[in-house]
């Protein structure tokens, strides 16, 4: 799918990701999405993003985690009290807040994990849809965007993570398969 040029664009992209993410869930049998990630140690199958999902409802919580950083941002603009998408002491080591991210989530279940992801889902697909196009994909409008724009946020928490996401269940489960044989 092309980049998105304008809402009704991104918030059908957000959307198509997120049904490919839970298409690629559902094909999981209930050992597999149990099971723990064979490949988690080498960044170079999982990339370093998702080197602390040690299962998918790790990498569950973790998609939730980055979209309620989302809503934070957002509400922040919205109250006039802009701050930068990352918190202060996360903003040169984004990685070690992933780590944080998920070790949140080590008592979550995994239904849990998916029904928080839907609900922060939703909110993103609601949040997107409250800005103009003007907002979302005109760079400038809002400070803490720097160089880029909103819609450049929005993607980053839900479709290209999605997309990841989907990557990694596939590698997950032709590990398993494979582990199998």
Not at 42 to 66: N, Q, T
Request: aromatic letters at 10%; charged letters at 30%.
């Amino acid at each position: 799918m092309a980049k998105p040029t304008n809402k009704q664009e991104l918030i059908a992209a957000m959307q198509m990701g997120y049904e490919k993410l839970n298409e690629q869930i559902n094909k999981l049998d209930p050992a597999a999405a149990a099971a723990p990630f064979g490949f988690v140690a080498d960044p170079k199958k999982c990339g370093v993003r998702w080197l602390h999902d040690r299962c998918l409802r790790d990498l569950l919580a973790h998609l939730y985690e980055w979209q309620v950083l989302m809503r934070v941002f957002v509400r922040n603009i919205r109250d006039g009290q802009p701050k930068d998408y990352l918190p202060d002491e996360y903003r040169k080591n984004y990685h070690e807040m992933d780590r944080m991210l998920v070790e949140r989530h080590q008592s979550t279940s995994l239904d849990e994990a998916k029904r928080l992801l839907e609900q922060t889902h939703q909110e993103m697909m609601g949040l997107a849809d409250s800005f103009t196009d003007e907002q979302l994909f005109q760079k400038g409008v809002f400070k803490t965007t720097y160089t880029t724009n909103m819609a450049a946020y929005f993607d980053s928490v839900t479709t290209s993570p999605y997309s990841q996401a989907v990557k990694l269940l596939k590698l997950h489960a032709k590990t398993i398969k494979e582990a199998k044989v």
